[in-house]
């Protein structure tokens, strides 16, 4: 993962020259080292050096081992996010990783972190169960809950186990003006219902965010009740931005703090990996992957050592 993952560490207020500290750091070390100091590294270079890391934020000691993670050094990483001393060349997607790593030493320190002018927020889909209640008075109503606060929802990828934990404060700010009903998250099928005219509820409650929808009486939306009343459509999905979250690189577990946008919900009759989605998965693999290639980096320094001793 290029945006390396947040990490709780102390926090400093001293003065910040990042060229110096930059260059007090040992060099020849590998990604564990390099990680505490920085936050962005170069996927296709070698992590043994250091010129494969990106804004650091970390003071150097005399020593040359990082530290504290400094204030104004995570302020002026995202001054040049957005712009500053002429900008950085990382890729755009890499944005919102390094704005994570670099607002959250801010927020430890009770600093408001400065907004990211170029953050561009990846649509995220995820999956729960949907049901049809009985006709009353001639409406078709279906309910289910997009959102279930504080369930750890698990995911294996390549044998290995990820978890999800959507916090129950994640959508204090969350716009949900004008949130529409559809089928599959089609553009090309008339909407089913609508928040805008009351025929889609939101309903939040302390057990996550409840639907509760009074579909069209057209022929698409009586049909896509009798379908979800057989069970051959089951499931409901709900498309959604994070503006916020962390990650926990020892149990492996994402906790989305804050929700930014709910796009659309909807009845799905293929869900993406039944609970999750393309991106989700890209989420974890990636975290996958850099444990993959720490693995194999400390198998390669294994084999040298015996190689030059024996």
């Not at 102390?10 to 505490?36: I, M």
């Not at 290995?160 to 700010?173: S, T």
């Not at 991106?279 to 040298?304: D, H, P, T, V």
Request: proline share 4%.
């Amino acid at each position: 993962m290029p945006a390396i993952p947040r990490h709780k560490t102390p926090t400093s207020e001293k003065d910040w020259d990042g060229p110096a500290n930059e260059a007090r750091l040992k060099t020849g070390q590998d990604y564990e080292f390099y990680r505490r100091a920085y936050a962005w590294v170069d996927p296709d270079m070698d992590r043994s050096l250091k010129s494969a890391y990106k804004f650091i934020h970390h003071e150097v000691d005399s020593d040359g081992n990082p530290g504290a993670a400094n204030i104004k050094g995570c302020i002026s990483g995202i001054g040049v996010l957005n712009g500053a001393m002429g900008g950085t060349k990382i890729p755009k997607a890499d944005y919102e990783g390094v704005y994570n790593h670099l607002a959250s030493h801010l927020r430890d320190a009770d600093v408001e972190p400065p907004e990211l002018r170029n953050l561009q927020l990846v649509k995220e889909v995820r999956s729960m169960p949907i049901e049809a209640l009985n006709i009353e008075d001639n409406k078709m109503l279906i309910q289910g809950y997009a959102i279930r606060f504080n369930e750890p929802a698990i995911f294996k990828f390549d044998g290995v186990e990820y978890r999800e934990i959507i916090d129950a404060k994640a959508l204090d700010k969350t716009d949900m003006r004008d949130v529409p009903l559809k089928y599959n998250h089609s553009d090309n099928i008339m909407i089913m219902a609508r928040t805008r005219n009351k025929t889609l509820q939101l309903i939040r409650d302390e057990q996550g965010l409840k639907i509760m929808a009074e579909l069209a009486n057209t022929t698409a939306g009586r049909d896509l009740y009798e379908l979800i009343r057989r069970g051959d459509v089951d499931k409901m999905s709900f498309a959604f931005t994070v503006s916020k979250d962390d990650y926990d690189t020892e149990t492996r577990t994402r906790t989305i703090l804050a929700i930014n946008k709910l796009f659309d919900v909807s009845a799905v009759d293929t869900p993406a990996y039944d609970t999750t989605s393309l991106s989700l998965r890209s989420y974890f693999e990636a975290e996958a992957e850099k444990q993959r290639i720490a693995l194999e980096k400390a198998e390669q320094r294994k084999r040298l050592i015996i190689k030059t001793y024996f």
